[in-house]
């Protein structure tokens, strides 16, 4: 039977606030993209008045703050079950200690640019672990991928001019948080699957919190606040509050819209964003060496998550 005009009307209807909707994600995750790839930028500038574990120590409070007021807003529970405490604990100090403490030290020993394409290759590592673990199988295109981002990984940090200098501890630290970063996504996979991803990335932030904190509050006591500009203190309100409670919400706003293969397209851009703000704001001039490396690092990494 033919459908009346007034049913396919209605249908017509319901497919724009759709493509509405969809488009607004999209538009979310751009912003979410531009907001992560200047998160470097602002860090490294951060950096130049505060030490690392001092500016750490400031950011992840607000960062704890945000996502406590996005748990609230959304009504999720605030507190993990019992039974689940040792793994939000060591959860947390896998992804959150740990990854903070490579991201912010090798940030501050290396270029803004090389750190934002290190730390690009966190889905390469999620691959790697999962396939160790017997959890996805490691098929030629994962193989191809794991290698081209090696190669564009050895070409990044062995060469450029002299200050890029040779391989050093920032960029080890760097791709050390990368991986921990992965490890954190593989083992926290049950969490998410059973509890949702906004809940456990916010137990886990908030069991890391302490952990952070004090490993900052001797930098913090030794600090001279009187040289400490407003700009370093937006900047870290802006690593806490924007790159966390704000692109979080936005991020998990996309996943749950179009799903996780679309919404991580947009971290492909990240890197790239943070290589053209570091340029125009702190005056790092990629080399063609660094350029290189980022065109194979992104390949890899692209070829990678296409795998089947």
């Known amino acids: 039977m033919r459908p009346s005009a007034n049913s396919a009307a209605s249908r017509r209807a319901r497919r724009c606030p759709r493509r509405r909707h969809s488009w607004t994600v999209d538009l979310g995750l751009a912003l979410t993209a531009t907001i992560w790839g200047l998160n470097f930028t602002v860090v490294k500038a951060g ?16 960062a ?9 807003s959304t009504g999720r529970r605030m507190l993990p079950p019992r039974k689940d405490w040792s793994a939000v604990l060591l959860l947390g100090i896998v992804g959150h200690v740990t990854f903070q403490m490579g991201f912010i030290l ?7 640019g090389n750190a934002a394409l290190l730390l690009s290759t966190s889905p390469v590592w999620v691959l790697v672990i999962s396939s160790a673990m017997g959890r996805e199988r490691f098929n030629p295109a994962v193989l ?11 070409v990044l940090i062995t060469g450029g001019t002299q200050q ?23 083992f926290g996979r049950r969490m998410v699957k059973r509890r949702g991803a906004l809940q456990m990335t916010a137990w886990t932030l908030w069991a890391g919190l302490p952990f952070i904190v004090l490993a900052g509050v001797p930098d913090l006591v030794r600090t001279d606040w009187s040289t400490v500009s407003l700009t370093a203190w937006l900047g870290v309100v802006y690593a806490g509050v924007f790159a966390i409670g704000i692109a979080y919400l936005l991020w998990y706003r996309g996943v749950r819209t179009i799903g996780q293969n679309r919404t991580s397209i947009y971290q492909n851009l990240v890197p790239v964003i943070a290589l053209i703000s570091a340029w125009l704001w702190l005056a790092e001039i990629p080399t063609t060496q660094q350029l290189v490396g980022a065109v194979v690092i992104l390949a890899g990494v692209v070829i990678a998550r296409r795998s089947p």
């Open 47 to 62: 950096l130049e008045e505060l030490s690392p574990l001092a500016f750490n120590a400031l950011r992840f409070p607000c």
């Open 64 to 72: 704890a703050a945000a996502v406590w007021v996005l748990m609230r």
């Open 106 to 112: 090798g940030l501050d020993w290396t270029l803004t």
């Open 144 to 154: 191809a991928g794991v290698l081209a981002t090696l190669a564009g990984m050895v």
């Open 164 to 186: 890029m200098g040779a391989a050093r501890l920032g960029d080890m630290l760097v791709l050390g948080a990368a991986v921990s970063w992965g490890a954190y996504t593989v």
